[in-house]
């Protein structure tokens, strides 16, 4: 991002009037698994405007940022809620709004053990909230150890669900998505991609075409790899970010 670009954002930010949403998610990294996640909420919220400002780390701008209320703060789709979470910029965002609410968010499981203290934490963020929806049961159970009267909405992706016969499928064409997460995942991350390699390599040996679909720039190595590995020349990789 530029500084220009920087700043024209900053500035609509501060633009926008009192009566909005604030927004806090994992946005602006051109991941579009959490960019859907906002325009869900801003289409599902509408006519009211959701918006949501980066953190810039400079002093100055996070105090006019700090400075600016909201009707209602928003705790977006994702796994948001653990360990390694946005916790301080929406308890911040909470802090500036009427009131404050979680939209879909997923929990890192905790179901077993002692509470942990990020648990604990959040639990103290969300309790006093007029309602908590996570993407999952898991995920309430797990808010539910924290004191939280947290139920289950569901992905919030699902607002853009359309009716059978919405699409027809091309037949022997198979779309496949695969990325990294940086070794932050259950289980050993290489072995899931060449299980990936595996299915692709049998799929195109049955006679299906196998094209991929990367929703991330930090998942066009990955993607790459994987079709490599599958034996696949010259793959399709369609780049959606």
């Not at 007029?130 to 947290?150: K, Q």
């Not at 198979?174 to 595996?198: A, L, P, W």
Request: aromatic residues 8%; neutral net charge; glycine residues 10%.
């Amino acid at each position: 991002m530029t500084k220009l670009r920087a700043i024209s954002d900053i500035l609509d930010y501060l633009a926008e009037g009192r009566r909005t949403i604030h927004y806090t998610g994992w946005i602006g990294y051109l991941n579009l698994g959490d960019e859907i996640l906002l325009e869900a909420a801003r289409e599902s919220f509408a006519p009211a405007k959701v918006v949501w400002v980066k953190d810039y780390g400079n002093a100055l701008v996070n105090k006019l940022i700090q400075r600016h209320s909201h009707e209602l703060a928003m705790l977006g789709g994702g796994t948001q809620i653990g360990e390694r979470s946005p916790i301080a910029r929406f308890e911040a965002a909470v802090a500036r709004s009427k009131g404050g609410i979680v939209l879909g968010a997923g929990v890192t499981p905790a179901l077993d053990g002692p509470v942990p203290d990020w648990l604990k934490r959040w639990g103290d963020v969300l309790r006093p909230l007029e309602y908590v929806g996570t993407r999952g049961p898991e995920s309430a159970e797990t808010l539910r150890r924290a004191g939280v009267n947290a139920q289950v909405l569901g992905d919030p992706v699902c607002w853009f669900s359309q009716p059978p016969g919405y699409w027809q499928p091309e037949p022997q064409l198979i779309g496949m998505n695969i990325g990294t997460s940086h070794g932050h995942m259950y289980g050993d991350e290489r072995k899931v991609q060449e299980t990936f390699s595996r299915v692709a390599k049998a799929l195109v040996q049955a006679g299906h075409r196998v094209e991929f679909f990367c929703v991330w720039p930090d998942d066009l190595e990955t993607t790459r790899r994987v079709a490599a590995d599958a034996g696949i020349q010259n793959p399709v990789i369609h780049q959606i970010y």
